[in-house]
């Protein structure tokens, strides 16, 4: 086989391989379910409805975050499980920017048996100058 030709094959191998997850195309990717808005309208009410987590880092927490909201940075759970409900099947609301580490905080949830536990989409976030609300059918 000449030079050529084993050069083409390579490539041509190499083009079919999978990309990797981070580098597909996001739009590929399932959108999260949204959260009912009547369910986060309760909370904003003062309603204990769900547990609310943010996965962003303590820096970015300080800086404003949802009302009630509990920081639990995605990469240091272990030191948090006192904030998680007793009832591993009650809501458990995880966020962040843009939700990859609230996905990544929700599977390590999983894993401990909260099976309540969902990603609040950042569309569903309203990201102000030093507090995040959430956006409703109806607005804020």
């Given at each position: 086989?000449?030079?050529?030709?084993?050069?083409?094959?390579?490539?041509?191998?190499?083009?079919?391989?999978?990309?990797?997850?981070?580098?597909?195309?996001?739009?590929?990717?399932?959108?999260?379910?949204?959260?009912?808005?009547?369910?986060?309208?309760?909370?904003?009410?003062?309603?204990?409805?769900?547990?609310?987590?943010?996965?962003?880092?303590?820096?970015?927490?300080a800086?404003?975050h949802?009302?009630?909201?509990?920081?639990?940075?995605?990469?240091?759970?272990?030191?948090?499980?006192?904030v998680?409900?007793?009832?591993?099947?009650?809501?458990?609301?995880?966020?962040?920017?843009?939700?990859?580490?609230?996905?990544?905080?929700v599977?390590?949830?999983?894993?401990?048996?909260?099976?309540?536990?969902?990603?609040?989409?950042?569309?569903?976030?309203?990201?102000?100058?030093?507090?995040?609300?959430?956006?409703?059918?109806?607005?804020?």
């Amino acid at each position: 086989m000449t030079r050529h030709a084993l050069f083409s094959l390579c490539l041509l191998c190499c083009l079919a391989l999978p990309l990797p997850a981070a580098a597909q195309d996001s739009a590929s990717a399932p959108a999260r379910p949204a959260i009912d808005s009547e369910l986060l309208s309760a909370y904003a009410a003062g309603q204990p409805v769900f547990t609310l987590l943010d996965a962003r880092s303590p820096d970015e927490f300080a800086g404003g975050h949802v009302a009630g909201a509990v920081n639990v940075p995605h990469d240091d759970l272990g030191a948090h499980l006192a904030v998680l409900p007793e009832d591993k099947s009650a809501p458990v609301l995880v966020y962040c920017r843009s939700g990859r580490r609230a996905g990544l905080l929700v599977s390590e949830l999983a894993e401990l048996g909260y099976t309540g536990a969902r990603v609040l989409p950042s569309e569903q976030l309203d990201y102000g100058e030093d507090e995040i609300t959430f956006i409703t059918d109806g607005g804020h």
